[in-house]
C-alpha cells in the first residue's frame, strides 16, 4: 500500500520565517528551507512545499496542495473556494491583524477614496481594491505594483499597501485616509483532501498544535506555597476566571497552588502574591496550552 502523505504549502517570503517558528514551537523539527522550496519535517507523513502566499490559495483550491497556509487577503483576492481550517493569529512582526490601508503623500489634497476619482491607484491586491472602488461607486483606474509600492505614491495619485504597524508608511511620509481590508492568517485545506479521512485528521491535529502553541506564547505558568489560613486570599488575588490546582503539602500547614496567566499580568500578580504570603512564587513558560 502506497504511503499516504499530506502536501503542505509553507508561504515563502514575509510569514516563512514565523511560519517555520511556529512550527516548531508547536513541536516539528524541520530543516533545510534556506536552500531548498522543498524543507524537511520530522512527519514522514508530511511533505512541505515553499510557495508565495499569493498564490497558495490557488493551488490548495486545485489540488496541488492539500493544505496550505496564507493571508485572509489572498483567499478574497483569488476568489478561491477552499475549506478555512482554522484562523492563526500570528504574523511577521505582531500578533495583530495586518491591514490593507488606501494612503496619498502627506502632502496630497485627498482626504477621503471620492477625492481620487479618475487617478490611478498602484497595489499588490488589484481585486480587491477594484471591488472596494465599485462598491464606493468611484472610478479609478487600479494598476498592479510589482513592489516597492511606497514609492508609487508620488508617481500615482493613491497606493494601497499591507501594513503591520504602519512604520514603512510613516518613513516614506504616506498618509493613511481608509482601510481596505483586515487580514490574519488562515491554513486552509482542499475541499476533496478535507473529505479524506487521512488527510483531515492530519490537518485538523497540524492545527490543535499551532493554536497550542500560540496561545502559549502569550502565557505563563504560575506557582507558589501558600499557608491554609492565606489561601483563600490569594485565590481573590488571581484572576477570577481561572480555576487555580492546589495541592496540600507534607507538612500539613501549606498547599502548593499553581495556575496558568496572561505574561501581561504576571508582573503584577508576583508582587501582590508576595505580600499577601505567598512563598516559594516561581514562573515557567510554556510550550502549548490546549484549550
Known sequence: MTKQVLKLGIPKGSLQNATFDLLERAGFNVSGYERSYFPRIDDEEIQLILLRAQEMSRYVEDGVLDAGFTGHDWIVENDSNVHEVCELLYSKATSNPARWVLAVPSEAAAQQPEDLAGGIVATELVNATKRYFAEKNVNVKVEFSWGATEVKARLVDAIVELTETGSSLRANNLRIIDTIMTSTTRFIANRTAWTDAFKRQKIENICILLNAAIDAKTKVGLKMNVRNEDLQTIIGILPAEKSPTVSPLADGAHVAVEIIVDDNIERRLI????????????????KKVIH
Open 271 to 286: 508582587p501582590e502574591l508576595k505580600r499577601a504570603g505567598a512563598t516559594g512564587i516561581f514562573t515557567y513558560s510554556l
